[in-house]
């Protein structure tokens, strides 16, 4: 249990420095300075810097099913699932030192001596099953088809992110992402009103029963305990 | 001249390196083996191997504003003038060896120690400049504002860049970019056909009368006559 703490605290630690300097400018010995414990220690978890910059992608990825299948399970409509989603995603890509590390490291991943798992491929899937529950309950426009939809939609929520990152370190990622919403929805609904769906997945949000906690949060708590 | 011819061919072997190893998977003796030229010489031209990542990322930021004035100056409907340069520079991305150097150095900037320009900005004010003619000229949907529907344009864009690089070196870009000018169009045109559009915009490129002449074309023939 409390090497699971220790291997945790680690990999925190190393995202933070991943995040902040990317994978070559970040060393053991920065991870043990920040961390407080010995290089020695760090082997000991995470057998090179390799081998720990590929757990904290694979920690990145593995934020993602828990967080699709919440969304998948509130009976909405399948557009608002998609939407709400979406945006729960951009905040962890905001607020979350693991996934906005393991995105960078990503970036990177050509300078990197380990095999990374392949990004984009899922999310299409994801959203190409939502697309296709939106077909079935009536909600997609005629002449949508959910496959090369789901592609552009992946494309360009990714797209907003490498903008927002270059330009404003994600601060205004939720703002960008209501207007591409509001230009995307106007295309894929069949009685197109993207005012109202984003502003009942709003709502949604800030109401008590659906009260959300970010992965963030968790993140700060684990690190607390540790 | 001749020393022009030199620079140019340097930089050509330097992007093609970049491209294929990133930047700190070359070295100016990689550099120095491709092009046969000593590293005395390459050090002539470039100061540094951040210099010389400089030029290529610069050299891919000077491609485009001749590249946007000649579509620009077509006299055809502003949101054929967007598609149609957007296929261009697509191209562009997939071709020319420089444009996607400078597109990966970009992606690892932080690990290059020179302040390299900030993409997306320009293509903005590009984007919102020739939305904002469409607007004029009637072309666009009354509940499209220029300015957020241009960021959304130029995310959806990059990112299909990275996705498509990610998961197939590009090479069905111009097939995603169909697909997403289809669903992008269709919240963008004032009468939503985005199939005509299109089909104008590709039966345009290969009419005689408006041959484009790609850079990636030219690039091979700087690199014939050095």
Known sequence: MRANLTRRALLETAAQLFDERGYAGTSISDISALSGRTSGAIYFHYASKEKLALAVVEEHFASWPRMIERHRSTGRPALEKLVA?????????????????????????????????????????????????????????AGVDPVPAAHSVVCAFFGLHTVSDALDGREHIEQHLHN????????????????????????????????????????VLTRAEA
Not at 187 to 208: E, I, K, N
């Open 85 to 141: 989603l979406s945006f729960t995603v951009a905040r962890a890509f905001r607020d979350d030192v693991v996934v906005r590390a393991g995105s960078r490291l990503w970036m990177e991943r050509k300078a990197i001596a380990a095999p990374l798992p392949t990004p984009f491929v899922d999310w299409i899937e994801v959203v190409t099953e939502l697309l296709a529950e939106a077909r079935a309950n009536g909600e997609l426009a």
């Open 180 to 219: 591409l919403w509001r230009l995307l929805l106007t295309a894929l609904q069949v009685h197109p009103d993207p005012a109202a769906l984003l502003d009942r997945v709003h709502a949604a949000r800030t109401s008590p029963s659906t009260t959300e906690r970010p992965s963030a949060d968790q993140a």
